[in-house]
């Protein structure tokens, strides 16, 4: 390697450095963003697992949750829960399918805690975290009705979601349990 090649090279390195620190020193000065509190952390740790820790107080019937799933939903899961997409089916399927099966809310979820949770954290997906407690269990009771699993005028809040068998409820293994 000729020297101008190595001092081109090195000029280079020193260079990029040079730009490198300077973006980080930028970024100090600046302050972006601001600190956030352990109450800030707390509000969005939404988490509800399937022993029923976490569930917040609240309820609601499918009959409630209709006029909550039409507005914040049916865009993506259509009025019924058919789906706009095949990524965004909730009813359905059949897990003993010959064919590749259609993994829904009824035919593959083991928990309707977990509906609850999803739906609490991740919908709807252009406002996550929007739906207020009442309105996760409304629309929780509805796609719970759309799948055959509890009634419209059931009553949705924790206890019931904790009683719920979901149909696939069996097929899933639990590794906790193994030795």
């Not at 019937?61 to 706009?84: E, P």
Request: glycine share 8%.
């Amino acid at each position: 390697m000729t020297m101008r090649k190595k001092m081109t090279r090195l000029l280079l390195i020193v260079g990029s450095w040079s730009v490198l620190s300077s973006c980080i020193a930028q970024d100090q000065a600046m302050n972006l963003g601001i600190p956030v509190s352990e109450s800030d952390l707390q509000a969005l740790d939404l988490v509800a697992p399937p022993d029923g820790t976490g569930f917040p107080e609240g309820s609601g019937t499918a009959q409630q949750g209709r006029a909550v799933f039409n507005t914040q939903c049916a865009a993506c899961h259509a009025a019924d829960g058919t789906g706009t997409s095949g990524a965004t089916v909730i009813v359905g399927g059949d897990m003993q399918s010959d064919e590749a099966p259609l993994r829904t809310v009824g035919s593959y979820w083991p928990h309707a805690s977990t509906l609850f949770d999803y739906i609490r954290r991740a919908m709807p997906a252009n406002a996550p975290k929007s739906l207020n407690d009442e309105e996760v269990y409304q629309v929780v009771a509805y796609v719970l009705y759309l799948n055959g699993i509890v009634d419209q005028d059931a009553v949705i809040d924790k206890a019931a979601l904790m009683a719920i068998e979901m149909p696939n409820a069996d097929g899933f293994i639990d590794v906790s349990q193994r030795q």
